[in-house]
Structures are given as C-alpha cells and as structure tokens.
Nanobody, 120 residues
C-alpha cells in the first residue's frame, strides 16, 4: 500500500507562485511512476505533470513552461513548483503513484488532495 500526503496548497493572486509537496511512503525511481493531477469543480480530473518509472517527465500543455515537477529521492518527496498562476489553475491538486511505467493518465494510489485557489 502506497501512502501519499500532499501539502502546500493555498490562496494566491494571479501571477503568484506556490510549491506543492507530496510525501510518499515508497521510493519511486525504478519502481513507481508518480504525478500531479487536478480537478476543478464541475470538471474532469486532468493530469498536470508526471514522472515515469524511469524518470521521464511529462507536462500538460496548459502548464508547460509555468510548472515544474521535481523530486527529492532522499526524502521520498515529489514537488510541483507552480509559477505564473492563473485563475484557471484553481483546483484540488492530487498526488498519485502507480507501478505502471507512466501514470500521467491515471494511477492506483492517491493522496487526499490540497486546494489551490487563484484570485484575479
């Protein structure tokens, strides 16, 4: 069983920055893919950024150039650095993990989520 705990969500103004963290109970490299997803009210969940089992990084087109996914494998923490935030980035952000190669489109293990709200 993989446990994931997100933190770092907050309310910021347009153009601001936030860094989300996801503490994982497992060591990722070579064993798990991990990723960040988000879901806004009334919308489907979407993949934001992911890292494959071998470390290949993928971003959604809507966040490329503004968001950066990274990890500290000594602490089993996955980060999502978000800059140039827009109101449309407002959503609940979830961390996810899976044993498949690439979990950008879905995963079996999920955190509880952290709320990001961007005001104009």
């Amino acid at each position: 069983q993989v446990q994931l705990v997100e933190s770092g969500g907050s309310s910021v103004q347009t153009g601001g920055s936030l860094r989300l963290s996801c503490a994982s109970s497992v060591y990722r490299p070579g064993s798990y893919c991990m990723g960040w997803f988000r879901q806004a009210p009334g919308k489907e969940r979407e993949g934001v950024a992911g890292v494959s089992r071998t470390g290949i990084i993928t971003y959604a087109a809507s966040v490329k150039g503004r968001f950066t996914i990274s990890e500290d494998n000594t602490k089993n923490i996955l980060y999502l650095q978000m800059t140039g935030l827009k109101p449309e980035d407002t959503a609940m952000y979830y961390c996810a993990a899976d044993r498949r190669y690439d979990c950008f489109r879905g995963a079996d293990y999920w955190g509880q989520g952290t709320q990001v709200t961007i005001s104009s």
